[in-house]
């Protein structure tokens, strides 16, 4: 942690969040990406897989339980606001950061050309109080960085979609969610309900709903205190460029 929390007062106008699983950018930053849609950021969400492997039963039809998590997925996308949701249909459990997931995340920011992408910390792999980071979390924030840095800004990557007329684009920051090393916290105040709102939509992966809104809800108050406000959430925050 820095010597002094630093208040993250930026915000994007165009912000592209990329996850592995549906649900991840509720229990990462919803409360962020509220937020700053509210004060007029553009977002588009992606998920790399449809989670079909979020289930208990091993009878589960995979195919049936990614149908129901897009549907929730979406549920939770309009109340945190995104404009639009992209499901990329790789398989939950065994996410790589290949070419095809690079190509593929590299078409869409060209597409939707944001000035920011937010991802999961690829390189939070422990902590010492017993968490272990999902491979699929890793994979998808690898992927996503190295779609933006260096693929999406370099005209040779990928040839045939600049040529397709997807032009390069810079991405300017990069925000690293559930952050080993957090540098900055953005104030959430006022909108944690609004994040246990859209968390409430993931019905199938809600076992006990009280207790997560509870931690989630405390957690959110703890980051705040760090910064001397309500409620915060803690970000890596990457400038490639200033
Ligand atoms: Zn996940």
């Known amino acids: 942690m820095p010597a002094q929390p630093i208040l993250h007062t930026e915000r994007p106008a165009r912000l592209l969040v990329i996850v592995a699983h549906p649900d991840d950018a509720d229990f990462g930053p919803a409360a962020t ?3 700053w849609i509210d004060e007029g950021t553009v977002s588009e969400l992606v998920c790399c897989t449809s989670g079909d492997a ?8 995979p195919l ?5 998590r897009e549907a929730e997925q979406r549920a939770a996308a309009e109340v945190v606001g995104y404009r639009e949701v992209h499901f990329l249909h790789q398989p939950d459990g ?8 690079r190509e593929a995340l590299v078409r869409i920011i060209r597409t939707v050309r944001p000035d920011a992408v937010m991802t999961s910390d690829p390189t939070h792999l422990f902590t010492a109080d017993g968490f272990v980071q999902h491979a699929d979390h890793r994979a998808a924030g690898i992927a996503a960085v190295d779609a933006v840095y260096p693929a999406a800004r370099n005209a040779m990557a ?6 397709a007329g997807l032009a390069p684009h810079v991405v300017r920051r990069l925000y690293l969610f559930w952050p080993a090393e957090p540098n900055e916290w953005v104030d959430v105040s006022g909108y944690v309900e609004r994040k246990l709102h859209a968390l409430r ?3 199938s992966q809600l076992r006990d709903p009280d207790g ?3 931690r989630v809800r405390e957690r959110l108050v703890e980051e705040g205190r ?17």
């Open 33 to 35: 990406v509220s937020r």
């Open 54 to 61: 979020g289930a208990d039963d091993p009878e589960t039809d």
């Open 64 to 68: 049936e339980l990614a149908a129901v």
């Open 94 to 101: 065994a996410l790589e950061n290949d070419l095809p997931l």
């Open 158 to 163: 990928f040839p045939h979609l600049a040529k």
């Open 201 to 203: 939509a993931h019905v």
């Open 212 to 214: 997560t809104e509870r």
């Open 226 to 242: 760090l910064v001397g406000v309500e409620a915060a959430e803690p970000f890596r925050v990457i400038r490639i460029e200033r």
